[in-house]
Protein backbone atom coordinates (compact mmCIF):
# COMPACT_ATOMS: atom_id res chain seq x y z
CA UNK A 1 0.00 0.00 0.00
CA UNK A 2 1.55 3.67 -1.19
CA UNK A 3 1.82 5.91 1.95
CA UNK A 4 2.94 9.33 2.18
CA UNK A 5 3.53 10.55 5.71
CA UNK A 6 3.93 13.80 6.64
CA UNK A 7 5.42 15.83 9.39
CA UNK A 8 6.97 18.69 11.10
CA UNK A 9 4.02 21.28 10.48
CA UNK A 10 2.90 23.58 13.73
CA UNK A 11 2.86 26.80 14.69
CA UNK A 12 5.64 28.97 13.88
CA UNK A 13 6.21 32.94 14.47
CA UNK A 14 6.93 34.98 11.15
CA UNK A 15 10.23 34.99 9.98
CA UNK A 16 10.96 32.07 11.18
CA UNK A 17 11.67 28.78 10.02
CA UNK A 18 10.67 25.43 9.65
CA UNK A 19 11.59 21.97 8.09
CA UNK A 20 8.49 19.49 6.65
CA UNK A 21 9.17 15.98 5.99
CA UNK A 22 7.29 13.36 3.79
CA UNK A 23 8.28 9.77 4.92
CA UNK A 24 7.10 7.48 2.19
CA UNK A 25 6.33 3.60 1.93
CA UNK A 26 5.24 0.92 -0.75
CA UNK A 27 6.79 2.16 -3.56
CA UNK A 28 10.49 2.53 -5.15
CA UNK A 29 10.74 6.27 -4.02
CA UNK A 30 13.68 6.79 -6.69
CA UNK A 31 10.94 6.13 -9.66
CA UNK A 32 8.84 9.20 -9.23
CA UNK A 33 9.25 13.02 -8.80
CA UNK A 34 7.86 14.65 -5.75
CA UNK A 35 5.89 17.68 -5.09
CA UNK A 36 4.22 19.98 -2.03
CA UNK A 37 1.13 21.31 -2.58
CA UNK A 38 -0.45 23.86 -0.41
CA UNK A 39 -3.84 25.09 0.62
CA UNK A 40 -4.72 27.63 2.86
CA UNK A 41 -7.85 27.91 5.57
CA UNK A 42 -10.87 28.18 3.07
CA UNK A 43 -8.96 28.24 -0.16
CA UNK A 44 -7.90 26.53 -3.35
CA UNK A 45 -4.92 24.11 -4.28
CA UNK A 46 -1.58 25.64 -4.61
CA UNK A 47 1.65 23.93 -6.17
CA UNK A 48 4.53 24.79 -4.18
CA UNK A 49 7.68 23.13 -5.51
CA UNK A 50 8.76 19.95 -7.53
CA UNK A 51 11.96 18.13 -7.88
CA UNK A 52 12.45 15.14 -10.31
CA UNK A 53 13.42 11.54 -9.48
CA UNK A 54 17.18 12.16 -9.48
CA UNK A 55 17.33 15.72 -8.22
CA UNK A 56 18.24 17.02 -11.35
CA UNK A 57 15.35 19.64 -11.39
CA UNK A 58 13.65 21.42 -9.16
CA UNK A 59 11.43 24.25 -9.07
CA UNK A 60 9.22 26.77 -6.92
CA UNK A 61 5.75 28.88 -7.15
CA UNK A 62 7.10 32.19 -7.57
CA UNK A 63 5.27 32.66 -4.06
CA UNK A 64 8.15 30.68 -2.37
CA UNK A 65 10.81 31.06 -4.74
CA UNK A 66 14.07 31.99 -2.88
CA UNK A 67 12.55 31.31 0.50
CA UNK A 68 11.62 27.83 0.26
CA UNK A 69 14.10 24.58 -0.48
CA UNK A 70 12.88 20.96 -1.76
CA UNK A 71 15.21 18.10 -1.27
CA UNK A 72 15.18 14.13 -1.29
CA UNK A 73 17.16 11.83 0.28
CA UNK A 74 16.79 8.03 -0.88
CA UNK A 75 18.43 6.55 1.92
CA UNK A 76 15.47 7.35 4.41
CA UNK A 77 12.49 7.26 1.74
CA UNK A 78 11.92 10.95 2.43
CA UNK A 79 11.21 14.09 1.01
CA UNK A 80 11.74 17.78 2.29
CA UNK A 81 10.75 21.32 2.38
CA UNK A 82 12.78 23.83 3.85
CA UNK A 83 10.89 26.70 4.77
CA UNK A 84 12.53 29.96 5.60
CA UNK A 85 11.61 33.91 6.38
CA UNK A 86 8.13 32.40 6.98
CA UNK A 87 5.40 35.01 6.40
CA UNK A 88 1.75 34.75 7.74
CA UNK A 89 0.50 34.12 4.09
CA UNK A 90 2.86 30.82 4.05
CA UNK A 91 -0.34 28.92 6.90
CA UNK A 92 -1.69 26.54 5.25
CA UNK A 93 -2.07 22.53 5.14
CA UNK A 94 0.50 21.33 3.12
CA UNK A 95 0.25 18.40 1.15
CA UNK A 96 3.22 15.64 0.06
CA UNK A 97 2.41 13.85 -3.38
CA UNK A 98 4.23 11.19 -5.35
CA UNK A 99 4.02 12.21 -9.54
CA UNK A 100 2.96 9.56 -11.76
CA UNK A 101 6.29 9.41 -13.67
CA UNK A 102 10.02 10.42 -13.00
CA UNK A 103 9.82 13.78 -14.26
CA UNK A 104 6.76 15.81 -13.23
CA UNK A 105 3.74 15.75 -14.31
CA UNK A 106 0.87 15.20 -11.91
CA UNK A 107 0.21 14.26 -8.06
CA UNK A 108 -1.59 10.45 -8.15
CA UNK A 109 -0.48 9.72 -4.58
CA UNK A 110 -1.48 12.73 -1.96
CA UNK A 111 -0.37 12.12 1.79
CA UNK A 112 -3.07 13.36 3.76
CA UNK A 113 -1.38 16.85 4.98
CA UNK A 114 0.48 18.39 7.85
CA UNK A 115 -0.78 22.02 9.13
CA UNK A 116 1.30 25.13 9.55
CA UNK A 117 0.51 28.03 11.00
CA UNK A 118 2.82 31.25 10.79
CA UNK A 119 1.62 33.75 13.68
CA UNK A 120 3.25 35.89 16.71
CA UNK B 1 4.71 31.21 -15.54
CA UNK B 2 1.17 29.36 -17.22
CA UNK B 3 -2.53 30.55 -15.54
CA UNK B 4 -5.34 28.17 -15.35
CA UNK B 5 -9.06 29.56 -14.63
CA UNK B 6 -12.28 27.72 -14.14
CA UNK B 7 -15.78 27.89 -14.91
CA UNK B 8 -18.35 28.03 -13.43
CA UNK B 9 -17.01 28.55 -9.78
CA UNK B 10 -19.88 26.31 -8.31
CA UNK B 11 -22.84 24.69 -9.37
CA UNK B 12 -26.06 22.91 -7.58
CA UNK B 13 -27.60 19.90 -9.68
CA UNK B 14 -30.04 17.31 -9.11
CA UNK B 15 -28.98 13.61 -8.04
CA UNK B 16 -28.56 12.25 -11.45
CA UNK B 17 -27.74 15.51 -13.24
CA UNK B 18 -24.78 16.15 -15.98
CA UNK B 19 -22.55 17.87 -14.72
CA UNK B 20 -19.71 19.90 -16.49
CA UNK B 21 -16.53 21.76 -15.45
CA UNK B 22 -14.03 23.86 -17.87
CA UNK B 23 -11.22 24.57 -17.69
CA UNK B 24 -8.54 26.99 -19.81
CA UNK B 25 -4.73 27.25 -19.64
CA UNK B 26 -3.63 30.88 -20.50
CA UNK B 27 -0.88 29.05 -23.00
CA UNK B 28 -0.69 26.30 -25.09
CA UNK B 29 -0.30 23.10 -23.07
CA UNK B 30 -1.55 19.88 -25.40
CA UNK B 31 -3.20 17.17 -23.46
CA UNK B 32 -1.05 18.12 -20.33
CA UNK B 33 -3.55 18.30 -17.93
CA UNK B 34 -4.97 16.88 -15.04
CA UNK B 35 -8.41 16.87 -12.59
CA UNK B 36 -8.77 16.35 -9.06
CA UNK B 37 -11.70 15.68 -6.68
CA UNK B 38 -11.27 17.39 -3.33
CA UNK B 39 -13.84 16.12 -0.60
CA UNK B 40 -13.97 18.37 2.91
CA UNK B 41 -11.19 18.10 4.79
CA UNK B 42 -9.48 15.35 3.12
CA UNK B 43 -6.81 14.94 0.47
CA UNK B 44 -7.24 15.35 -3.26
CA UNK B 45 -7.85 13.03 -5.26
CA UNK B 46 -6.66 12.08 -9.00
CA UNK B 47 -9.38 11.82 -11.41
CA UNK B 48 -8.35 12.48 -14.68
CA UNK B 49 -4.86 12.63 -16.62
CA UNK B 50 -3.79 13.38 -19.65
CA UNK B 51 -6.71 15.63 -20.38
CA UNK B 52 -9.16 12.06 -20.88
CA UNK B 53 -7.21 8.93 -19.27
CA UNK B 54 -9.38 7.55 -16.39
CA UNK B 55 -7.18 7.48 -13.47
CA UNK B 56 -7.56 3.61 -12.02
CA UNK B 57 -10.48 2.78 -9.26
CA UNK B 58 -12.69 6.35 -10.63
CA UNK B 59 -15.88 5.61 -11.83
CA UNK B 60 -16.49 5.99 -15.49
CA UNK B 61 -19.41 8.52 -14.92
CA UNK B 62 -15.81 10.73 -14.83
CA UNK B 63 -14.47 11.91 -18.17
CA UNK B 64 -12.46 14.41 -19.50
CA UNK B 65 -11.95 15.74 -23.17
CA UNK B 66 -10.08 18.94 -24.85
CA UNK B 67 -11.81 21.01 -27.16
CA UNK B 68 -9.80 23.44 -28.50
CA UNK B 69 -8.18 25.43 -25.64
CA UNK B 70 -10.86 24.51 -23.42
CA UNK B 71 -10.81 21.45 -21.38
CA UNK B 72 -13.73 19.96 -19.66
CA UNK B 73 -14.39 17.24 -16.50
CA UNK B 74 -17.89 15.96 -17.37
CA UNK B 75 -19.88 13.86 -14.72
CA UNK B 76 -22.49 11.85 -15.97
CA UNK B 77 -24.83 11.42 -13.91
CA UNK B 78 -23.69 13.32 -10.54
CA UNK B 79 -24.13 11.12 -7.46
CA UNK B 80 -24.45 12.13 -3.64
CA UNK B 81 -20.86 10.86 -3.14
CA UNK B 82 -19.48 13.53 -6.31
CA UNK B 83 -19.88 16.26 -3.36
CA UNK B 84 -16.31 17.83 -3.50
CA UNK B 85 -14.58 21.04 -5.18
CA UNK B 86 -13.04 19.84 -8.80
CA UNK B 87 -9.50 21.28 -9.75
CA UNK B 88 -7.44 21.23 -12.95
CA UNK B 89 -3.73 21.38 -12.89
CA UNK B 90 -1.59 21.53 -15.77
CA UNK B 91 1.42 19.47 -16.27
CA UNK B 92 3.27 21.15 -19.16
CA UNK B 93 5.81 22.27 -17.23
CA UNK B 94 7.56 23.46 -14.02
CA UNK B 95 6.06 25.74 -12.23
CA UNK B 96 2.72 23.44 -12.50
CA UNK B 97 -0.34 25.37 -11.47
CA UNK B 98 -4.33 24.72 -10.35
CA UNK B 99 -6.99 25.94 -11.39
CA UNK B 100 -9.37 28.16 -8.63
CA UNK B 101 -11.68 25.37 -8.26
CA UNK B 102 -15.56 24.32 -8.45
CA UNK B 103 -17.70 23.52 -5.98
CA UNK B 104 -20.37 20.92 -7.00
CA UNK B 105 -23.60 20.84 -4.61
CA UNK B 106 -26.98 18.58 -4.82
CA UNK B 107 -29.53 21.09 -5.58
Known amino acids: EVQLLESGGGLIQPGRSLRLSCTVS????????MHWVRQAPGKGLEWVSG????????DYAASVRGRFTISRDSARNSLYLQMNSLRPEDSAVYYC?????????????WGQGTLVTVSS | DIQMTQSPSSVSVSVGDRVTITCRAS??????LAWYQQKPGKAPKLLIY???GLQSGVPSRFSGSKSGTDFTLTISSLQPEDVATYYC?????????FGPGTKVEIK
Open chain 1, 97 to 109: GRDKGKFGELLEQ
Open chain 2, 89 to 97: QQAHSFPFS
Open chain 2, 27 to 32: QGISTW
Open chain 1, 26 to 33: GFNFDDYA
Open chain 2, 50 to 52: AAS
Open chain 1, 51 to 58: ITWNSDKV
